[in-house]
C-alpha cells in the first residue's frame, strides 16, 4: 500500500473497515466519485428517494444540448478561421449564416429557463442531507453533503446568485451530540442565506458568507462525526 493515500482511498480503506470487510475496489470507486453523485446515492440509502431523483435529473446531461452546442463551437471557430485568413466575403457570408443557424438551434434547445434552477435543485439536496445528518447519527449523507458544500463554497459569490429565493422545506431538531449539533447549524446558516432578497451588493456578499460558514460547520459536523 502507499505510504501517502488519496482522501478517497483513505475513505475507502475507512468505510471497509468500520463495515467489517467489503470490496475495496467498489467502495473506492464510490469514494471517487463526484460530490454530487455521491450526495444522491447517500439520500437513496437513506430512502429520500424523491430527493435523490431530484437531484439526479438536475446533473443529467442533455444529449441534444451538448451536441448543439458542440456544433456551434464549431461553426463559430471556423467563421472566426476564415475571418482573420482574409476569406472571401461570399465565404463569410456562408460561414456567417452556418454560425447563426447553430446559435438559433442551441437556443430552441438550451434547458436552462431558469438559469438558476440546477443551483437550486443542488442547494435543496445539500439542505436535504444537512436536515437527515442533524436528524439522525451515523447518517450516510452527512459527508457528500459537506464535500458539496465545500465544493461550492469555493464560489460562493457565484452560487450566492443561484440559491437565493429557495425556500428551506423544515424545521430541525435532532441529537444533541456533537455532529447532529453541527450538521443542524450548517443546515441553518444555509437555509438563511436562501432567504437574502436580492437588494444590492451587501445581501450577495453576506450570502456568500453564510455559505462559507455553512461549509466550515459542516466540515466541523463530519470531525465531530
Not at 488519496?6 to 475513505?11: D, G, K, L, V
Not at 437513506?46 to 431530484?54: N, Q, S
Not at 453533503?145 to 429565493?165: H, P, Y
Request: glycine share 6%.
Amino acid at each position: 500500500m502507499p505510504r501517502s493515500q488519496s482522501t478517497a482511498a483513505q475513505r475507502a480503506r475507512q468505510a471497509q473497515k468500520n463495515a467489517d470487510g467489503g470490496q475495496y475496489t467498489e467502495l473506492l470507486r464510490a469514494e471517487q466519485q463526484s460530490p454530487s453523485k455521491r450526495l444522491a446515492a447517500a439520500l437513496e440509502t437513506a430512502e429520500l428517494t424523491h430527493e435523490a431523483h431530484r437531484l439526479r435529473v438536475a446533473l443529467r446531461p442533455d444529449p441534444e444540448w451538448e451536441a448543439a452546442t458542440v456544433a456551434y463551437e464549431a461553426a463559430y471557430e471556423a467563421e472566426d478561421r476564415a475571418r482573420q485568413a482574409g476569406a472571401p466575403s461570399r465565404v463569410l457570408d456562408r460561414l456567417y449564416e452556418a454560425t447563426l443557424e447553430a446559435n438559433l438551434r442551441m437556443g430552441d434547445l438550451c434547458p436552462y429557463t431558469d438559469p438558476f434552477k440546477g443551483d437550486r435543485d443542488v442547494c435543496r439536496a445539500v439542505l436535504m442531507g444537512l436536515y437527515h445528518a442533524g436528524k439522525y447519527e451515523d447518517s450516510p449523507c452527512l459527508r457528500p453533503a459537506a464535500d458539496v458544500l465545500a465544493d461550492r463554497a469555493k464560489m460562493a459569490l457565484a452560487w450566492a446568485d443561484g440559491i437565493r429565493g429557495f425556500m428551506p422545506l423544515k424545521r430541525l431538531s435532532g441529537p444533541l451530540t456533537p455532529g447532529p449539533t453541527a450538521a443542524r447549524a450548517a443546515y441553518r446558516s444555509l437555509a438563511e442565506a436562501t432567504k437574502l432578497p436580492f437588494k444590492g451588493d451587501e445581501e450577495w456578499t453576506r450570502c456568500g458568507e453564510l455559505i462559507e460558514e455553512a461549509a466550515a460547520l459542516a466540515r466541523a459536523a463530519c470531525r465531530r462525526h
